[in-house]
């Protein structure tokens, strides 16, 4: 995966998700998602959760793509097993090779294995062309997070 390039040639790069431990994020969200704050909080409440697994993938020996995924009930589906979606972050320069849906794909079995039946996020208003191409629906009025507008996005689980 070393040559993003190859992708605007027509051939998508092998992408390989692997699990990583939450500090391994970290630079992917202060960079990515939260460079516009003075001091950011990059270390999430639900990190080290029971069932929360942070995936990621590497080019070479440098994460350039993560998520994290966390049981937390989803805003407006009381009674409805699910998962958060947290710090999705693709380096700048490695978006567009399919990395935020490889990282989607991968969590998948592992959260219905787990029993959820719904993931969801927070979701940047400027990423919400990603969330709804790969299943998500945006639900509820927009709000500010961070700084930023957003909205909340929900996927259903397919079995």
Do not use: I, K, Q
Request: hydrophobic share 40%; proline share 9%.
């Amino acid at each position: 995966m070393s040559d993003p390039s190859h992708h605007s040639r027509g051939r998508s790069p092998e992408v390989v998700v692997v699990e990583v431990a939450p500090e391994a994020t970290h630079h992917l969200r202060a960079t990515v998602l939260r460079s516009h704050l003075p001091d950011p909080d990059v270390d999430y409440p639900a990190d080290r959760a029971p069932g929360s697994f942070h995936l990621g993938v590497r080019d070479e020996d440098r994460l350039v793509a993560a998520a994290t995924f966390s049981l937390e009930p989803a805003p407006g589906h009381p009674g409805s097993p699910a998962a958060r979606l947290r710090g999705m972050a693709v380096d700048p320069a490695h978006r567009g090779l399919g990395l935020g849906r490889a990282l989607l794909e991968a969590a998948e079995p592992r959260l219905r294995a787990a029993g959820v039946e719904l993931c969801w996020a927070n979701a940047r208003t400027s990423a919400l062309g990603f969330y709804e191409a790969n299943g998500f629906t945006t639900e509820g009025e927009e709000f500010e997070s961070v700084g930023l507008p957003h909205r909340v996005v929900v996927r259903a689980l397919g079995t």
